[in-house]
């Protein structure tokens, strides 16, 4: 049974730090692309950041330079170190397989399996 969990969330206040992780099972996802996704209330989800099985990573330009993903394969974990944090970045965050047809920045409609996500709150 695939679960993932995602877990970290906060109140912070702008400036601050979170560092979100994720337990995956179930699901060999060592040999995928994981990713960090947000949505914001009333908004599509969003793909923020990617880290490859190799640990490569890539960034939308608003969290580039405060975000970093990574990942530890043999716990079956991934993380999002969040740094500065701003309003803007109030959000569910979620981890996943990166699907076929995400991309980096580019809004999509959420379908199939998601655990259950972590709210993240930045106050001004």
């Known amino acids: 049974q695939v679960q993932l969990v995602e877990s970290g969330g906060a109140l912070v206040q702008a400036g601050g730090s979170l560092r979100l992780s994720c337990a995956t099972s179930?699901?060999?996802?060592?040999?995928?692309?994981m990713g960090w996704y947000r949505q914001a209330p009333g908004k599509l989800r969003d793909l923020v950041a990617t880290?490859?099985?190799?640990?490569?990573?890539t960034y939308e330009d608003p969290v580039k330079g405060r975000f970093t993903a990574s990942r530890d394969n043999a716990k079956g974990m991934v993380y999002l170190q969040m740094n500065n944090l701003k309003p803007e970045d109030t959000a569910v965050y979620y981890c996943?397989?990166?699907?076929?047809?995400?991309?980096?920045?580019?809004?999509?409609?959420?379908?199939?399996?998601w655990g259950q996500g972590t709210q993240v709150t930045v106050s001004s």
């Open positions: 179930g699901r060999i996802f060592s040999r995928e692309d």
């Open positions: 996943n397989a990166v699907g076929p047809n995400h991309r980096v920045g580019k809004p999509f409609y959420a379908v199939g399996y």
């Open positions: 880290v490859s099985t190799s640990g490569d990573t």
